[in-house]
């Protein structure tokens, strides 16, 4: 069984278990996902991605259906008695699911696991480690932390290694979105994909992009967007700004782009990786901010937002959050960034795909399952 609760996880997780089925043939999967993960043969029976969050508020509005959506999971998990759990990401969800099905005797993986090595705590990475079977770290600072508690886990290096690149020329891809770079530079706007993300940082994007047009008159605008679902959304928000939206080909849409204007997550190592210059923007609701400042004390345990940044232990990456997150700053920093070379950052970049290992990740997860269990 697979589990991903939200649209990153479900790629990864299909890439992981067409990874499996390549070395072991006689496998079935059935579980909770989304397109890609049924693409890869997986019998989708839930799909919670359209209701992901970050945040304790953001969740809120979604918390009944998330609720029916457990209950769902762990009566499928009694019917169909699994032998192996592969939870990827999602910790709202999997991780209680985790302690579900170790009460009940089936294995679990967890693939992307919490972030306990960024502001966790030991007793929560010693409960995440109790939790599983065995934990498949992405990053090396978060296997060294969840080392120091238990022999339950291992480190391949970041899937993304083996995904990131685009499909074709840089003159190809243009011509393929219909966009030319001789008359200004290519600006990447990616609000994400979660509603609530949508919801606060479209109308801030759309703005910025009014205001670097202003700035820079040539500027043309690319917006992937990993599933139609917030399509008209995007659409009217920047209707006449000349704005590409690509669905369901983002390395291909960054990879054209002189600068990428990031919600933060993923996205930023993804732009990382194909060397684009980028900005993160990070917008929560001002309650989960202030409990994650003031209760959880995050600000004390992290020096960065940007994973990017948290990496390589330094400032790379402008970060603008929360009240810092204006059209205004963010367009000011995005003009600065066009007119003015990156090499640093650029060979930041260069020093970050160290940081996250090489080729071979995803086959070497799938060996490292098949031989456990």
Request: net charge positive; aromatic share 8%; with cysteine.
């Amino acid at each position: 069984m697979v589990s991903a609760g939200e649209l990153s996880g479900d790629l990864h997780g299909s890439l992981l278990v067409k990874e499996l089925r390549r070395q072991a043939s006689g496998l079935t999967f059935f579980g909770i996902g989304s397109k890609r993960l049924a693409l890869a043969g997986v019998d989708i029976r839930l799909d919670i991605s359209p209701r992901s969050s970050v945040g304790i508020f953001e969740a809120l509005p979604n918390l009944f259906s998330i609720y029916r959506s457990f209950r769902k999971a762990k009566a499928l998990i009694l019917s169909e008695r699994p032998d192996l759990v592969i939870l990827i990401d999602s910790q709202g969800f999997n991780l209680p699911l985790a302690r579900f099905c170790k009460k009940v005797g089936i294995k679990t993986v967890y693939y992307i696991a919490p972030q306990e090595w960024l502001w966790g705590s030991d007793k929560g990475t010693k409960s995440v480690l109790g939790s599983v079977d065995l934990v498949i770290a992405i990053f090396q600072k978060e296997f060294t932390k969840f080392r120091a508690f238990g022999n339950n886990v291992v480190y391949y290096g970041h899937p993304l290694i083996d995904i990131v690149h685009s499909s074709g020329s840089k003159v190809s891809l243009l011509e393929k979105f219909g966009l030319s770079s001789s008359s200004g530079p290519i600006v990447a706007l990616c609000p994400g994909s979660r509603a609530h993300e949508i919801r606060s940082l479209v109308p801030i994007f759309s703005e910025t992009a009014r205001l670097i047009k202003r700035s820079i008159p040539g500027t043309s605008f690319i917006l992937p967007l990993s599933s139609p679902l917030y399509l008209k959304t995007v659409e009217e928000a920047f209707a006449g700004l000349n704005c590409k939206i690509i669905i369901d080909d983002t390395y291909n849409a960054l990879s054209v782009c002189d600068l990428a204007i990031c919600a933060s997550g993923t996205i930023n190592l993804e732009a990382a990786l194909l060397s684009i210059p980028n900005i993160m923007a990070y917008k929560l609701s001002p309650l989960t901010f202030l409990v994650g400042k003031y209760l959880l004390n995050i600000d004390r345990k992290i020096k960065y937002f940007c994973m990017i940044n948290l990496l390589l232990d330094k400032l790379v990456v402008p970060e603008l959050v929360m009240s810092n997150l204006s059209p205004l700053n963010l367009s000011r920093s995005a003009v600065s960034l066009l007119r003015q070379p990156n090499d640093k950052m650029l060979a930041s970049f260069s020093q970050l795909k160290g940081e996250l290992g090489s080729p071979g990740v995803i086959p070497n997860v799938a060996r490292a399952i098949l031989n456990r269990f």
